[in-house]
Structure formats: structure tokens, C-alpha cells
């Protein structure tokens, strides 16, 4: 699979240490981390994590297995409350939020080990994600109230304009779990796309896919991105995707950032050689 | 659930009833079998209240009967004290399954909110507690009316009361409920059905039932996209103890006596294992469950001594027949032989929908 061809982007510094896309520098980045970091009782799982995204950046997140890549994302998600630092989204800390309250300021997710709604269809998935943009009570569903009608018949057609995005409408009445793999990854972003995020976080949304799947998926990832205005950041092992579609990388190793920059500086970069391929023997 | 499947269940439950009632009228029910039209009503919205917490929400409640209980006993206080007051039974009684109705919805509120904050075992466990706490709560209870008003007493004896001269005791401690006008009758009881699935079913197919379900599915995927897990789990909850209580009314309101002991953890399990029976999340299901079972034993009278043994023998092998998959798959092919091809066909590319 070739890596398209692209300009590459300039990465600039905001006010802290942290980079994001020059265009996105007049506005303020949608997500940033400072001095970010997690204990699990002794052990140090990330530690002084500092990251910006700008607002239309993809950016990645990658490091060998166990570097703490995930765990960055239940921070970002209040999965997990950070130990020290602060996570600002659109400029306001999200110290005391939980998880539904962070999703409802922004950001969505995906995880690493699908977790879809397996009994429910793929049409239901996505009307989930709608659940907090469209919006009636309990009884006006019991009683089927003109309420019930009209947001049902908003919300069919919305989970269908966002299930054409990866071309999956023909799939809408399926059951979730029955979906092939690749589906189902897919099906995962539509359902955190529905929640209409600022930021999407991709947990390795290329594993188990086939080169074409995964050429089709960065081309989507780039239209979603381009479509929505949204920010992305993204883990994943696949480096033709990450190297072709990133604009800012930054390394994780044992919790700690090695390396952040361009996808070309953080090839050429011998830390993150050394942390994915060990050092070479010296004489 | 597919439309299709709504249409068959509420056209055979109104089916059931004409036809019991053309039955009835021409006099080939037997007085055993008329007996039991009520309580098999009751259980019914118990069983398909339960499915919801239970299949829909999939969390294990083990109290259910502590509901059911609550809905009987607040049911028929409301039903006696307005007897003078209210003589035309139809409003009535409409009044008494909603306070009994209400009265569990309450203590459903009250108690799901420590419990639902548990998971898996531990949420049955403390359901089991609550059921038996609010057996042993009603044990001790004295109610009694006279001209002032209710009166209430705890852990005392009925002269605590205090009652004027005329008034009455209408829940007597462990003796419970004496002297009930019984006012549920099968046409009742076929209304609360009908309005037990209205609620169930409307409320699985809309946007909160869809919350609820996901919560079931994934809980952490369910938060991860901002749905409030502690409201849906209440609803779900408070729903299904409303429900209950609602069953629990219709079912006192059948019998001339009722005593708290009545509503123990049998009850509790046997409403479970009409739920699991019919299959989890299938409210179809749960009734079919519900009416074969609660005929069954009736039916086995003439295996006197043996009738128990031959009731738990018929569970094992229906629960064994319905988990089998050689046996499912016989029974497939004997209902495309029987149903054209087309209609099955239609009905698994939309429910199961492999590709």
C-alpha cells in the first residue's frame, strides 16, 4: 500500500510547549494536556504528558504495547481521574467531569476492543449516539406523543446520513454484533460521530483490518475530518496510517513522551527507533 | 422486536380473552381453571415487569415479590378505606391499583438507588435482602381506619390503634388482610395486561428503552457516548417495581384473605423462572410462560402426591428442550414445512441479518 502523497504541515508551538497545525494557531487548541499524569499505586502508568490538538489536526499517539496510550485516552475520557496536571477542552478544565458530562462538552471515543451495542441493530447503535441531540421524555415515548414521532423520524434519518458516510445503510436493520469486524470498527465511529464531538479519539481503529480496509478507512478518516471540522486523535500500530494521515505524532514509551513532531521528524527521530527496534549494540 | 412481532402478541393476548370468554359464557371452564384466570393475570404483569429489569436492563432481582407485596397491601388499604366513600367498583378499583401502583414505584425509587449501584451478584443478593425486609416490614404493620382517618402502628399489637368505637383493622400484623370484597375479575385483570405490555413494549421501543437496553449491552460504551446510566437503571427499575405493585393489587384484590408471608422469595424465584423460561428480553415469551405454568400444576392434579415431581421434571426438560440446539433446529424445519418458506425467510435476513 503506497502513503499518499501530501504537503506535510508546520507545526507550531502554543503558548505552553505543546505544537498543533499552523492553521489552526488563530484559534485555541480543542484539547490540551498539562504536566498529565496517573499512578496505579506505585506503579507510574503515564507521567508529565503534555499534548495539544489543534482544532481540524489528526494527530496520533503511538508507542509499543503497555507504553500507556490507552490509558491517555481514559484520562481524556474520565475513565480514570488523573493524579496530577490538568486536561483542558476548549479552554475549560474538565477536572470535575465525568465521563457522560465530558462526552456531552466533546469528546467521543472508540475503544481498542470493540464495544458496540451487539444486541441491539446498527440503525439503534447509531440513534444511541443521537441520544443527547435529540431529545424527548420517557412518557411522550410511552404514549407515542406527536414528540415521539417526529424525533424518531429526525433521528431515522440523521443515523442514515451517518451511517452513508462508510457506506453502510444496507446494514441498518442487521444486528450489531453480527457485523464483520471491519463493520463493526466502523459502526463504532459512526455511533461516537452521532454524539457530535469536537474531538474523536480512535483507539486503534485500523487493528484487524486488510490493507484495502484500512486504505478505505484513512481516506474516511480525512473526510469525516474534513466534513465535520473536527479534531481527531488517533492510535494506531499501523504506520503507513499513521505516518499518512497524521499531522502532529507523539511517542509514548513507559508512560513518558519521547518524541513529538511531523510524521517525517518522528521517523528520523533515533529515540523512537531505539524504543520500537532496542538499541544497537555499541562496538 | 419487530413490528410484526407487537401485532402478534397484543392480537393473541386479546385472542386468549374472547376466546376464554366465549368459553366461560358457554360454561366449558372449569371452576379450577376460572380460579386461576385472575392470578395468571397478575403474574403475568409480574413476569413481564420483571422481564424488564431483568431481560431489558439485565440486572438480577431477586425481590420482586417485595413489590408485588407492597403494591397489595397499600392496594387494598386504598380499597377498603374507599369503600364508603367511592361505592361504584370500577373507579375504585382503578384507584387501588394506582396507589398500590404508586406505593411500589416509590419504594422501587427508594431502594434502587443504593442497589442499582451495585453489579451482577451482588445487586440480586441485596434485592433478595430488600424483598425479605419489606416481607418482614408488613408482618408488623397495623392499619386500621375509623371516622379520624387511617391509623398506623408498628411492631405493636391492633390495640395500638387506637381506634374509635366502629372502626376497623383492616391489616392485622402477621394475620394480614381479612375480609376483602373481591373486586378483581378476569375482564380487570385482561386491562392491566393489555396496559402492562402497552407500557413495556412502547417504552423498550423508544429512546429511553433504548438507553436501558444499551446499559445491558455495554455499559462502559453506553457512558463513553453520555448516556446517564444511574436515571435509565432507575427508570427501568421504578418501572418494573410500579408494574409490580400494580399486579400485586389486582392479585389481593382476588382473594378474601391476604398475608405478607404470601409474598416471600418463592414467589420472587417463581416470577424469575417464568421470566427466564420464556426467555430473557421476550416479553412473548414470559406470558406464554407465565399461563403454562401456572395451569400446569392444575392440569397435574390427577398425579396427586407426584404432581410437584412431575412440574419440576416438566421445567428441566422444557428449559433443556428450549437450549438445545439439535432441538431448535428440529423444530425450525417442522415450521418451514408447515409455513411457506418466504414469510421465514424475510424474518431472519431482518433479525439475525448475517451477511
Redesign the interface.
Known amino acids: 500500500m503506497a502513503t499518499p502523497e501530501r504537503p506535510e504541515v508546520k507545526l507550531v508551538p502554543v503558548p505552553s510547549t505543546n505544537i498543533i497545525p499552523e492553521r489552526d494557531v488563530d484559534k485555541e487548541p480543542i484539547l490540551e494536556a498539562r504536566n498529565l499524569g496517573i499512578d496505579f499505586g506505585g506503579l507510574v502508568a503515564v507521567d508529565k504528558f503534555d499534548m495539544a490538538i489543534g482544532r481540524t489536526e489528526i494527530a496520533g499517539l503511538i508507542g509499543p504495547n503497555g507504553a500507556g496510550k490507552t490509558t491517555v485516552f481514559n484520562l481524556f ?1 474520565k ?1 480514570y481521574q488523573p493524579t496530577r496536571g490538568s486536561i483542558l477542552l476548549d479552554g475549560r478544565d474538565i477536572q470535575n467531569m ?3 458530562q465530558v ?2 462538552a466533546g469528546i ?2 472508540t ?1 481498542q476492543n470493540i ?7 446498527v440503525e ?1 447503535n447509531v ?3 443521537l ?2 441531540q ?5 412518557w ?5 406523543l406527536p414528540g ?1 414521532w417526529k ?2 423520524k429526525l ?1 431515522h434519518e440523521r443515523a442514515m446520513e451517518l451511517l452513508s458516510i462508510f457506506d453502510m445503510q444496507r ?1 441498518a ?3 450489531a454484533g ?3 469486524y471491519g463493520a463493526q470498527r466502523r459502526l463504532e465511529i459512526v ?2 460521530l ?2 457530535n464531538p469536537s474531538l474523536l479519539l480512535l483507539d486503534e481503529p485500523a487493528a484487524g483490518m486488510n490493507p484495502s480496509e484500512t486504505a478505505e478507512l484513512m481516506k474516511n478518516i480525512v473526510k469525516v475530518r474534513d466534513t465535520f471540522k473536527i479534531a481527531i486523535l488517533l492510535i494506531e500500530h499501523d504506520m503507513n496510517l499513521v505516518m499518512g494521515i497524521c499531522e502532529g505524532i507523539c511517542v509514548l514509551n513507559f508512560g513518558k513522551i519521547i518524541a513529538k513532531g511531523t510524521p517525517s521528524q518522528i521517523q528520523n527521530n533515533p529515540e523512537v527507533i531505539e524504543a520500537y527496534l532496542g538499541k544497537k549494540k555499541e562496538g | 422486536m419487530k413490528k410484526n412481532n407487537i401485532f402478534l402478541i397484543y392480537g393473541t393476548v386479546i385472542a386468549a380473552y374472547i376466546i376464554i370468554q366465549l368459553l366461560m359464557s358457554a360454561g366449558a371452564v372449569t371452576s379450577s381453571l376460572r380460579g386461576q384466570l385472575v392470578p395468571i393475570c397478575a403474574y403475568i404483569v409480574m413476569a413481564v415487569s420483571l422481564n424488564l429489569t431483568v431481560g431489558v436492563l439485565g440486572e438480577l432481582s431477586l425481590g420482586h415479590a417485595g413489590f408485588m407485596s407492597i403494591g397489595a397491601f397499600t392496594g387494598v388499604v386504598a380499597c377498603m378505606s374507599l369503600e364508603s366513600a367511592l361505592p361504584p367498583t370500577l373507579p375504585r378499583f382503578v384507584i387501588s391499583l394506582l396507589v398500590g401502583a404508586a406505593f411500589a414505584g416509590v419504594a422501587g425509587f427508594l431502594i434502587g438507588i443504593p442497589v442499582l449501584r451495585l453489579n451482577g451478584d451482588y445487586l440480586a443478593i441485596v434485592t433478595l435482602a430488600f424483598g425479605e425486609i419489606i416481607k418482614n416490614i408488613i408482618n408488623c404493620l397495623y392499619v386500621g381506619i375509623d371516622s379520624r382517618g387511617l391509623h398506623l402502628s408498628f411492631l405493636t399489637n391492633s390495640d395500638a390503634l387506637n381506634l374509635e368505637e366502629g372502626g376497623t383493622v383492616i391489616i392485622n400484623g402477621p394475620m394480614g388482610i381479612a375480609g376483602i370484597t373481591k373486586l378483581s375479575t378476569f375482564t380487570f385483570g385482561f386491562a392491566l395486561v393489555l396496559v402492562a405490555l ?2 413495556v413494549l ?2 423498550i421501543r ?6 436501558i ?2 446499559l ?3 455499559r ?10 444511574t436515571k435509565y437503571k432507575l ?1 427501568a427499575f421504578v418501572t418494573s417495581s410500579a408494574l409490580a405493585g400494580a399486579a400485586g393489587t389486582l392479585f389481593a384484590l382476588n382473594y378474601s384473605t391476604i398475608t405478607a408471608a404470601k409474598f416471600n422469595f418463592n414467589t420472587s424465584i417463581l416470577v424469575l423462572v417464568f421470566v427466564v423460561l420464556g426467555g430473557l ?1 421476550n416479553i412473548w415469551g414470559s406470558i406464554i410462560a407465565t399461563t403454562v405454568l401456572v395451569i400446569l400444576p392444575e392440569l397435574l392434579r390427577e398425579f396427586n402426591d407426584y404432581r410437584m415431581l412431575v412440574y419440576a421434571i416438566v421445567l428441566i426438560l422444557v428449559m433443556l428442550a428450549t437450549n438445545n440446539a439439535t432441538f431448535k433446529n428440529t423444530l425450525r424445519e417442522l415450521v418451514n414445512k408447515i409455513i411457506p418458506e418466504k414469510l421465514i425467510k424475510r424474518k431472519e435476513g ?6
Open positions: 475520557t475513565v465525568t465521563t457522560v462526552n456531552r467521543a471515543r475503544f464495544r458496540l451495542f451487539g444486541n441491539l441493530s439503534d440513534k444511541l449516539g441520544h443527547n435529540i431529545n424527548y421524555g420517557m411522550t415515548g410511552i404514549l407515542r415521539y424525533s424518531e433521528m446494514y436493520s442487521h444486528r453480527s457485523l464483520p455511533r461516537a452521532a454524539t | 402497552f407500557i412502547n417504552l423508544s429512546r429511553a428503552g433504548r438507553a437496553m444499551a445491558r449491552d455495554n462502559i460504551a453506553a457512558e463513553s457516548i453520555g448516556i446517564n446510566v427508570m428480553g431482518t433479525t439475525d441479518g448475517n451477511s
